[in-house]
């Protein structure tokens, strides 16, 4: 609207001026920075402290977590880990065997006798 009946040039020396007001509005001298800092220091003063203690609701809810979990465990012994001692035993048992042994024994057996063929072949 009005942008369009002022021309390029009278636009961008008001833009200027803007600037320039805006900048030197922002410009403090030292005693006014620390008059600020001195009014921004009574104000936090001024402000109540919290007591020093952290809030620690994170490690009540952990440790009654971990009790609700204790609890079940100990009342639910379904829950606990199964007995894996008799699978464990029958493993044992299969490793323990002698005939799985005899059979690996004759194995190396005929791959020696594989080995011989072909270095006698060549």
Do not use: C
Request: glycine share 2%; net charge negative.
């Amino acid at each position: 609207m009005n942008r369009d009946k002022q021309p390029q040039g009278q636009e961008a020396k008001t833009q200027q001026q803007i600037v320039n007001a805006i900048n030197h509005s922002l410009e403090t001298d030292a005693d006014t920075l620390e008059t600020m800092a001195d009014i921004r220091q009574r104000a936090l003063a001024a402000i109540p402290q919290k007591p020093a203690r952290k809030n620690v609701y994170w490690l009540s809810a952990a440790v009654a977590a971990s009790l609700i979990a204790a609890f079940v465990f100990l009342i639910n012994p379904s829950i606990q880990t199964p007995n894996t001692t008799d699978a464990a035993l029958a493993d044992m048992e299969w490793l323990l065997e002698n005939d799985e042994f005899e059979l690996m024994d004759n194995e190396l057996d005929f791959y020696q006798w594989v080995n011989e063929e072909l270095n006698s072949a060549g």
